[in-house]
């Protein structure tokens, strides 16, 4: 959760700034550097909705990984030379 909360905080702030930026872009008639302004405040809040989302699921338990056991008495198998290799010399 710190984490989240941290992103809330620190999204505020951007967004606070990019909206600045925006206005000030405007102004000045950067019409280009608006339409960039407004996908880059797109993309905030669609991660801080997101962020919401998560939060509001909480932690998902994926449980321990199943490894596979060692069976008593198994032996791999040696791979066949192919044709036109010399076999590997054993270490």
Avoid at 10 to 22: A, K, N, S, Y
Avoid at 29 to 53: I, M, P
Avoid at 70 to 83: F, I, K, L, M, Y
């Amino acid at each position: 959760m710190v984490l989240f909360s941290c992103f809330l905080v620190g999204g505020l702030e951007l967004e606070t700034d990019l909206l600045t930026r925006r206005q000030r872009a405007i102004d000045e008639g950067w019409r280009g550097e608006v339409e960039g302004l407004d996908l880059t405040l797109r993309f905030l809040r669609s991660k801080r909705a997101q962020a919401h989302r998560a939060a509001a699921t909480g932690r998902v338990d994926l449980g321990m990984p199943a490894l596979p056991r060692h069976r008593p008495g198994h032996v791999r198998a040696r791979r066949r030379p192919q044709p036109g290799r010399e076999p590997r010399a054993q270490g």
